[in-house]
T-cell receptor, first 114, second 112 residues
Framework: GENVEQHPSTLSVQEGDSAVIKCTYSDSASNYFPWYKQELGKRPQLIIDIRSNVGEKKDQRIAVTLNKTAKHFSLHITETQPEDSAVYFCAASRTTSGTYKYIFGTGTRLKVLA | NAGVTQTPKFRILKIGQSMTLQCAQDMNHNYMYWYRQDPGMGLKLIYYSVGAGITDKGEVPNGYNVSRSTTEDFPLRLELAAPSQTSVYFC???????????FGEGSRLTVL
């Protein structure tokens, strides 16, 4: 079945440094890869997403890269700030026929140290 | 727009009791999902629906049931509550497949 693995489970970085979170997916038909941020006690919210026809996407300090051949994608946060501290989830889904499950990775707790 | 509204926000159940978590969205979204999030853990898909009258199982459906009689509402039924169902439950909706999910604020359920 569909599976999304996410690493690392926790990540601590100094303020101003970069953070990288990696995910791999099992369903080769997946073609949509979003990233969500969940602050403590809050609901998850989308921060960036990428589709399989694009290899990289940037939005200010965050970027996502996709390697379809290896079936993995990564979130990059540059110049980290204390407000980036949160749990980040990757997910995989598909637009093609078949299951329309929206499966999440296990999450990465990012701590940005001031 | 209220977005996705979940009720109740908090509930304590005794083992063996049953209850329904309500979820309503006012964005006319066809796709709706129920997830559970155990403490310090990720989001596990319980059930999802691609439109009124159509539902399907997710990763962890045992112990739960759903129905989707209208586009707006997607209730989650817990039968014979067990301590293992202690969790935060999130309902989410999306306008189409493989799009952004809009989450409700969550419902914290404790089974004692």
């Amino acid at each position: 079945g569909e599976n999304v693995e996410q690493h690392p489970s926790t990540l601590s970085v100094q303020e101003g440094d970069s953070a990288v979170i990696k995910c791999t997916y099992s369903d080769s038909a997946s073609n949509y890869f979003p990233w969500y941020k969940q602050e403590l006690g809050k609901r998850p919210q989308l921060i960036i997403d990428i589709r399989s026809n694009v290899g990289e996407k940037k939005d200010q300090r965050i970027a996502v890269t996709l390697n379809k051949t290896a079936k993995h994608f990564s979130l990059h946060i540059t110049e980290t700030q204390p407000e980036d501290s949160a749990v980040y989830f990757c997910a995989a889904s598909r637009t093609t026929s078949g299951t329309y499950k929206y499966i999440f990775g296990t999450g990465t707790r990012l701590k940005v140290l001031a | 727009n209220a977005g996705v509204t979940q009720t109740p926000k908090f509930r304590i159940l005794k083992i063996g009791q049953s209850m329904t978590l309500q979820c309503a969205q006012d964005m006319n979204h066809n796709y709706m999902y129920w997830y559970r999030q155990d403490p310090g853990m990720g989001l596990k898909l319980i059930y999802y629906s691609v439109g009124a009258g159509i539902t399907d199982k997710g990763e962890v459906p045992n112990g739960y049931n759903v129905s989707r009689s209208t586009t707006e509402d997607f209730p989650l039924r817990l039968e014979l509550a067990a301590p293992s169902q202690t969790s935060v439950y999130f309902c989410a909706s999306s306008p189409d497949r493989a799009r952004e999910l809009f989450f409700g604020e969550g419902s914290r359920l404790t089974v004692l």
